[in-house]
């Protein structure tokens, strides 16, 4: 059985990973982190996609006591018009958030006998966070092969990031020939009733839809 | 102010570090893990020796559902002549257990404003786990340089491991220079109400207080 840990959040990216994986006959298992997000509602459909595939799951509940981030902090307020030029980080930037799920991941994998880890990171349509470019992912790498019992024995547990690259009209594309249900993803910042339709996530989202040839939102 | 965050478990090596970080004028924040060890008993006197030298500290929460280690899953045994050549890892090595707490660590002090991690890590007298070695942490502190803001900003966190090419002896000398108080520390993986003194956690203490000269169990 070729096992793969998969970071899902319920959003767009990845539960196109989530598909991805399954149809390159890997058994996934999903990690969904409940680590204080304003958008809880994510967990919520994260759980109900890995469900809806019949695959195993953990949702991890982490404490960030320390904050530091307009997505965990309901006293700042969130970006409705942040900077995605790669430029500036925005306010929504959790501190190590990606390296503190890899790091659950890599010790899921190891203990379940997993040799992949699938991340739905993408350096293309993005905010600009630090933890989603390949130089951070190849840093990873070396840690792996450093600093767990399988990697000191050279069966290296592998990070792939198939959408890394990918606009995110490419990935709408993709996800819609795996059969993706994106009307059951959520990307909101907010968490509210709808999308709010101004946050950076709502609008890459929003522009990955519109790139979309045909597709009607 | 000098902060620094400390990773805190209650043990010999962890407390000698607190002290040793007081010593270079930094104010630590402590981080204690309740990460489901079975010995739970190491977080209330981490907490004490935190309060002890009037340092703030969090106790974060950690759930490793898929175990994979005898520290953490009761049915197993905790070995009682583990291999401590280095070559061998015992069973009460948890999967990414470092990895996990430095990437708490790393979230911690970017949000508070810490310059420095402190990681009493020993490659000398320890029990063989990859994330204590020299080439786990070189490999870190490249996720750190690429993985979050102020490592892509140029403002690096430092890991310093002072205890890394240390014998438990040398660990044990400095801290008696430093005023550590040994007998409030906790280093039995059995966590009953004496130390066992047959784990691999309770015999290089010994080994370590034996070497020091002059000193009296």
Not at 169 to 189: E, R
Not at 194 to 207: A, I
């Amino acid at each position: 059985m070729n096992k793969a840990v998969v970071l899902l959040s319920g959003g767009l990216d990845s539960t196109t990973l989530l598909y991805y994986a399954r149809s390159k006959k890997f058994v996934p298992h999903c990690l969904i982190f409940d680590y204080g997000q304003r958008h809880k509602k994510e967990i919520r459909m994260a759980m109900a996609l890995a469900r809806k595939v019949k695959a195993t799951f953990d949702v991890v509940k982490i404490q960030l006591p320390w904050q530091g981030s307009s997505l965990l902090d309901k006293k700042m307020k969130i970006p409705e018009q942040g900077d995605i030029d790669g430029k500036n980080i925005p306010s929504t930037y959790v501190p190590a958030r990606n390296i503190i799920f890899l790091s659950f991941a890599l010790s899921c994998a190891e203990a379940i006998g997993a040799k992949v880890i699938f991340i739905g990171a993408n350096a293309v349509d993005y905010s600009g966070y630090p933890d989603c470019r390949p130089a951070f992912f190849d840093a990873y790498r070396k840690v792996i092969k450093t600093g767990v019992k399988t990697g000191v024995q050279g069966k290296n547990i592998e990070i792939q990031t198939p959408l890394l690259n990918m606009t995110k009209a490419q990935i709408i594309k993709m996800g819609m020939q795996l059969g993706v249900p994106y009307d059951l993803t959520w990307s909101c910042y907010k968490g509210g009733k709808k999308p709010c339709g101004v946050c950076d996530s709502c609008r890459l989202r929003m522009k990955g839809f519109k790139a979309v040839e045909g597709y009607i939102l």
